[in-house]
């Protein structure tokens, strides 16, 4: 049966002609799609692992501990050094870390002030009489 060459019947039979190569390319498709989504999540990982230091580190910045507080920020100083943060991860940490000076100079100001007679006397009524007992009438 003679297939007439016609628009349709012309395009069938380069079609037919290319059906060979067609499953290479898809397949050639496919591999670069899976490998671009392989470093896709390898960077995310990553990433992930990264963020996760950085919050171990800034919980170490936050002890009350003056070693697990340098602990803290020499860690902070060292993930800096890796490349997997980007521009808006640095200015957040940025941000962070003026916070986390603050708050260290807060606790050191309290620390080294003077306690006054009112608070002396309230910290031993504290002791004396806890402020969760619940008088019970009879």
């Not at 670069?32 to 995310?44: G, K, N, Y």
């Amino acid at each position: 049966m003679p297939v007439e060459h016609g628009g349709t019947a012309a395009l069938l039979d380069v079609l037919v002609a290319l059906a060979p190569f067609s499953t290479a390319t898809v397949g050639a498709i496919a591999a670069a799609i899976a490998l671009f989504t392989l470093s896709h999540r390898r960077r995310a990982d990553s990433r992930a692992e990264w963020w996760r230091r950085v919050e171990y580190a800034l919980d170490l910045t936050r002890e009350d501990d003056k070693v697990g507080r340098n602990t803290g920020m020499r860690l902070l100083v060292h993930l800096l050094d890796d490349r997997r943060w980007d521009p808006t991860d640095v200015t957040m940490l940025d941000e962070v870390n003026e916070i986390l000076v603050q708050e260290i100079l807060e606790r050191s100001r309290r620390a080294t002030a003077p306690r006054s007679h009112a608070s002396r006397r309230a910290g031993v009524l504290g002791r004396l009489v806890p402020r969760n007992s619940v008088r019970r009438s009879r």
